[in-house]
């Protein structure tokens, strides 16, 4: 069994970051999104991967090298432009070849893993195995409709009246009977081929697709909000660690982590929170529910529920929340309490007068 992961999408619903960094590689508890779909493939005991890249690629490329860090083997395979999800799998096709293979959503976050659902795959023996998870309001995604069976019976791509509550979450099992829908179906409405398409291609020709309903925490980390929200549930899993420097007049709470290099000086950690390698963090409150990059600095600041990429600086700034601040960038000032900061790479605001 092979992987392919997707990961050209533009993600336009995370401008400004975006702008400079695939939205794959943004941060979650100081790891790229991307980096814990690959140890969900890897956990379901699959190593040949194949990435399909587009704009961003290098940035990828340089993230993940040959994906031995991850104990993978990784292909990188360029869709020139964004034609559907279908379309990437023919990208894939000499890579694939006639093996089986799972399809991850290269910003999907399924944080408690696929392992279940591709070993129920291998044992059952499907043409296609889609995961799906109960929503609250099908109407944003592609729904999944079960016959008497429980079997797939249709997939509609964002009804406007679901007859289930049963969403795609981004991740699919395939044998390769796959290809032969994908040849055979047309671009839809918006110029792309749909998986969804290929799928109900078999359904119609009477091969068994089965829905494997996901019981763990999924996010589409489209938006800012995704972003925060998996930052929390992420760090609320954690165990503390202490690989860094904490002074005396310091406190650490649980469910901390401090990677090493970094300096703790007078300043207080409520967790679940983690401090990235060589920052520093001087006469502050961090805490709960706080990602601080790399080489990131906050002096004389309190800080929650935000994430802080790499080499970013927060000077004086009493309560920063709800925030992502982008590589690079610096807040300075003294503003009241209760700001909300999204901030691109290297960008700088001062608060107050």
């Keep these: 069994m092979k992987a392919l992961v997707l990961a050209g ?18 941060p979650v508890a100081n790891r790229a999104v991307l980096s814990y779909v690959l140890g969900n493939v890897r956990a379901a005991g699959v190593t040949e991967v194949g990435i399909i890249v587009s704009r961003g690629a290098e940035a990828i490329r340089d993230a993940l090298g040959d994906g031995a860090s991850h104990g ?28 089986e293979f799972v399809v991850h959503l290269g910003d999907n976050m399924l944080a408690d893993g696929i392992a279940d ?10 043409a296609a195995q889609l995961v799906v998870q109960k929503v609250a309001d099908p109407r944003a995604f592609g729904v999944v409709e079960l016959d008497a069976r429980g079997r797939v019976r249709r997939l509609v791509e964002k009804p406007p009246e679901p007859r289930s509550d049963l969403a795609l979450v981004g991740v699919y099992v395939f044998t390769a009977a796959l290809h032969a829908a994908v040849d055979a179906i047309t671009p839809s409405a918006r110029g792309e081929l749909e998986l969804t398409d290929a799928v109900q291609w078999l359904i119609d020709r009477g091969a068994d ?39 005396a007049h310091s406190t650490v709470g649980p469910a901390v982590v401090v990677e ?12 679940p929170a983690i401090v990235g390698a060589g920052a520093l963090v001087k006469e502050s409150h961090l805490g ?5 990059g790399a080489g990131c600095r906050v002096q004389g600041s309190g800080i929650a529920d935000s994430v802080l990429l790499d080499g970013a600086s927060v000077t004086a700034v009493p309560h920063l929340t709800g925030s992502i601040l982008g590589r690079g960038a610096v807040v300075t000032g003294g503003a009241p309490a209760g700001q909300r900061l999204i901030l691109g790479d290297h960008a700088t605001v001062r608060l107050g007068p």
């Design 209 to 247: 697709v089965r829905a494997d309903e996901y019981a763990g925490f999924w996010k589409d980390v489209g938006t800012v909000a995704d972003v925060l929200e998996c930052n929390r549930y992420v760090l609320g899993g954690q165990p503390g660690r202490i690989a860094g420097r904490v002074d």
């Design 9 to 26: 999408g533009s993600g336009t619903r995370l401008r400004p970051f975006s702008h400079s960094l695939p939205k794959q590689l943004i």
């Design 117 to 126: 659902t591709v070993a129920r795959f291998r044992r059952d023996r499907p």
């Design 260 to 271: 090493a290099g970094a300096r703790i000086v007078r300043s207080r950690l409520d967790g």
């Design 288 to 292: 709960p529910h706080v990602a601080i």
């Design 72 to 99: 993978l083997r990784l292909t990188y395979l360029t869709q020139p432009r964004p034609l559907g999800l279908a379309h990437a799998v023919r990208v894939a096709r000499p890579f694939l070849g006639a093996d």
